[in-house]
């Protein structure tokens, strides 16, 4: 399972993918070679945007590009940076109270797991 947390102000949500579901857009999107940096700047606008709707209030497109957005995100910043500067496991998207940007942390070290 991959999760990306989103934080908003005060508000949050919490997006998660099955595994076999984030390689198969992740291995579309390499064959097509998509541009993965222009990709990541459309998800956190993406994201930004559907953290507004009610659940009631996304379409199957907006469901779509929210998957895509999570599966982008979260393959990004576990592959893409350096090593030594990669996040290793589930992300948190943290928008700035300006909403001029995002900061981007592992969620291990924010996000305490609850032990049952």
Do not use: C
Request: glycine fraction near 4%; charged fraction near 35%.
């Amino acid at each position: 399972m991959k999760t990306v947390y989103y934080k908003a102000g005060d508000a949050e949500w919490k997006y998660e993918l099955e595994d076999e579901e984030h390689d198969n857009i992740i291995n579309n999107l390499l064959q097509e070679n998509a541009d993965l940096e222009e990709m990541v700047n459309d998800s956190f606008e993406i994201l930004r945007d559907l953290s507004s709707l009610d659940d009631d209030e996304l379409d199957e497109d907006d469901i779509i590009d929210q998957t895509i957005s999570i599966a982008v995100l979260w393959h990004y910043f576990n592959t893409v940076p350096p090593e030594g500067e990669r996040l290793e496991g589930d992300i948190v998207v943290i928008e700035n109270e300006d909403g001029d940007g995002v900061s981007i942390v592992a969620a291990s070290d924010v996000i305490e797991e609850d032990e049952e």
